[in-house]
């Protein structure tokens, strides 16, 4: 079975603070995204990554930045928290589309931030 | 208007009912149309994919694209209370790449 993990299942941190969130998936998937979930917005994408040290913006990239200096892993990081960034976070990996899949998407856990 | 809409619910129907979870999207180039299932605390998990239009069952779930009408349906027959989740529903685009979410769906079945 594919496996992706988040390193953090939920976290509390300050205003102002740097965080890192790891994911790690074990299946050689070629593709992995950060979203972020809130209540009534459903996911919305922060960041993905089609190759090593290759990174795209998603739909709402603004105050994150992320690394993926590795295949099988892809670090979100919040540069100075805010309140406004209490969520829950999801890394994802993928297949790249074609006789292997439509490209589906597989999650970790997620891993709940709180912003103080 | 939003890309992908969904009623968000919640959706409370009694054990064994045949549930009808719908959505509809605005962009005409998606081709790769998915729903997820996400239990409570858990990352979402893909239930069903359909390419293009037309239905596609799988055991007690049926997927049904409207290309037409860019509406998508998920049925669920003989509801188990571990049907109990969030249903989103994703189209994706030409290479199933560019998966837009729904907002979810949240259904309760009841014993």
């Known amino acids: 079975d594919v496996k992706v993990t988040q390193s953090s299942r939920y976290l509390v941190k300050r205003t102002g603070e740097k965080v890192f969130l790891e994911c790690v998936q074990d299946?050689?998937?070629?593709?992995m995204f950060w979203y972020r979930q809130d209540p009534g917005l459903g996911l919305r994408l922060i960041y993905f990554?089609?190759?090593?040290?290759?990174?795209e913006k998603g739909d709402i990239p603004e105050g994150y930045s992320v690394s993926r200096e590795k295949k099988e892993r892809f670090s979100l990081i919040l540069e100075s928290a805010s309140t406004n960034q209490t969520s829950m976070y999801l890394c994802?990996?993928?297949?790249?589309?074609?006789?292997?899949?439509?490209?589906?998407?597989?999650f970790g856990e997620g891993s709940r931030l709180t912003v103080l | 208007q939003k890309e992908v809409e969904q009623d968000p619910g919640p959706l409370s129907v009694p054990e064994g009912a045949i549930v009808s979870l719908n959505c509809t999207y605005s962009?005409?180039?998606?081709?790769?149309f998915m729903w997820y299932r996400q239990y409570s605390r858990k990352g979402p998990e893909l239930l069903m994919y359909?390419?293009?239009?037309g239905n596609k069952e799988d055991g007690r779930f049926t997927a049904q694209v409207d290309k037409s009408s860019k509406y998508i349906s998920l049925f669920i027959r003989d509801s188990q209370p571990s049907d109990s989740a969030t249903y989103l529903c994703?189209?994706?685009?030409?290479?199933?790449?560019?998966?837009?979410f729904g907002p979810g769906t949240r259904l309760s079945v009841l014993p």
């Open positions: 994802a990996s993928s297949l790249t589309p074609g006789a292997r899949g439509a490209g589906e998407l597989f």
């Open positions: 299946m050689d998937h070629e593709n």
């Open positions: 990554s089609y190759d090593v040290k290759m990174k």
């Open positions: 962009n005409s180039a998606f081709q790769y």
């Open positions: 359909t390419y293009s239009s």
């Open positions: 994703a189209p994706g685009g030409n290479y199933g790449q560019n998966f837009v």
